[in-house]
């Protein structure tokens, strides 16, 4: 999670993932599903909106992809519109401070939860535990994700 201007966590796909996945618990979609459509919106620009798309196709066809998209902006554009004129006030409460702590650390135990589920999808292997340990260490060493991604798909054509 990288630092956003406003101190609160800017998160990427970290942030789709907890309640994204309630699809597969819902079964709409199965847990390989789910991360292959995790992973086709990480490898195209707005990995939030694809995937949502993604999780409205599977679920409604060509309509259910248009209100999957729609539901990703319309409650943004509605908090935004009615929280940014008291945008300085809301950041320097007391209250909205400990709640936001509450909330991270509520997130961060989702987000584990999902990464069990993943891992359990995921790594079979001696081979694709390697894979995962070696990302993880280079994004640890802040390694250029596309870099991450690209190495990680070329060791899974000679891996796999």
Do not use: N
């Amino acid at each position: 999670m990288g630092a956003s201007h406003d101190g609160l966590p800017s998160t990427g796909v970290c942030r789709q993932a907890p309640v994204a996945h309630r699809a597969g618990v819902l079964g709409w979609l199965t847990t390989r599903e789910f991360i292959d459509g995790i992973a086709l919106g990480q490898v195209t620009p707005g990995p939030i909106v694809i995937t949502a798309t993604f999780v409205g196709y599977k679920v409604g066809g060509l309509l259910g992809a248009l209100l999957g998209t729609i539901a990703v902006f319309f409650p943004s554009f509605v908090v935004l519109t009615a929280l940014v004129p008291h945008h300085d006030r809301i950041k320097r409460s007391l209250p909205i401070q400990v709640m936001v702590r509450g909330i991270l650390a509520a997130v961060l135990g989702m987000l584990l939860l999902v990464a069990y589920h993943f891992a359990r999808e995921a790594l079979f292997d001696w081979r694709t535990w390697g894979v995962m340990a070696a990302a993880w260490l280079a994004l640890w060493q802040k390694v250029d994700l596309l870099l991450v991604v690209g190495v990680g798909a070329a060791l899974s054509v000679v891996l796999f």
